[in-house]
């Protein structure tokens, strides 16, 4: 079993539909990020939250929205979709300041927009 | 230009037979680290290797080694005594290190291969 959950596993809606994805890391980590994985494109990364603090936004539309209530805890708040934002969003975790850190990830919401 | 290439789309190897996954890199931080993950049709991305751009030796964890070529910024991936569930997607990823300070896991991923093991 993996130390990140996330759900839903599969989310379909509409292009103006508001839904929520979920993440919950059971590992103690310091620092949640959220992932996109386009068919035919790399990992991209969207947010970065260190110590429940938004670190880093890498050009993310606003109908994203994150949200990081408590260390482990990460949302993301999606609203007014396009079709192109079909993905898979991939949570991760980890323990920053350590040389050589590695990331744990989630399995995945896999999104398809309408 | 890209950071992480991975060449090879797709790959294929008989079962108990050893697969190299190609990976080159660019980055003009000395100080960096190069990753492999493996992502099963579950979507789930498990980690497999780590390499420390410092590091004197190639990373080995059970059946993964880590061909770490510094002048030639590759980082290449081997498996040895494939398996049937060794099918999945891996990715080769770089983590750089912003000065003064860690990265936060900005990971910086490949476009992937696909290996498809044979029985």
């Known amino acids: 079993e993996t130390g990140v959950t996330q759900t839903p596993r599969h989310l379909v809606m509409g292009m103006t539909n508001k839904k929520s994805l979920k993440c919950e890391q059971h590992?103690?980590?310091?620092?949640m990020y959220w992932y996109k994985q386009s068919a035919k494109k790399p990992l991209e990364l969207m947010f970065v939250?260190?110590?429940?603090?938004?670190?880093e936004n890498n050009s993310v539309p606003s109908r994203f929205s994150p949200e990081c209530p408590n260390s482990s805890h990460l949302f993301l708040h999606l609203h007014t979709l396009q079709p192109e934002d079909s993905a898979l969003y991939l949570c991760?975790?980890?323990?920053?300041?350590?040389?050589?850190?590695?990331?744990?990830f989630g399995s995945g919401t896999q999104l398809s927009v309408l | 230009a890209q950071k992480i290439t991975q060449t090879q789309p797709g790959m294929f190897v008989q079962e108990k037979e050893a697969v190299t996954l190609d990976c080159t890199y660019d980055?003009?931080?000395?100080?960096?680290?190069l990753f492999w993950y493996k992502q099963p049709s579950s979507g789930e991305m498990i980690f497999l290797i780590y390499?420390?751009?410092?590091?004197?030796q190639n990373a080995t964890e059970g059946r993964y080694s880590l061909n770490f070529q510094k002048a030639r910024k590759s980082a290449n991936l081997v498996i040895s005594a494939s398996q049937l569930g060794d099918s999945a997607m891996y990715f080769c990823?770089?983590?750089?290190?912003?000065?003064?300070?860690?990265?936060?896991?900005?990971?910086?991923f490949g476009q992937g291969t696909i290996l498809t093991v044979h029985p």
């Open positions: 990823a770089m983590r750089e290190r912003r000065a003064g300070g860690t990265s936060y896991g900005k990971l910086t």
């Open positions: 980055t003009s931080d000395p100080s960096y680290g």
């Open positions: 590992l103690g980590h310091n620092a």
């Open positions: 390499q420390g751009s410092y590091d004197q």
């Open positions: 939250y260190s110590l429940e603090e938004r670190v």
């Open positions: 991760a975790s980890s323990q920053e300041e350590r040389r050589g850190e590695k990331l744990f």
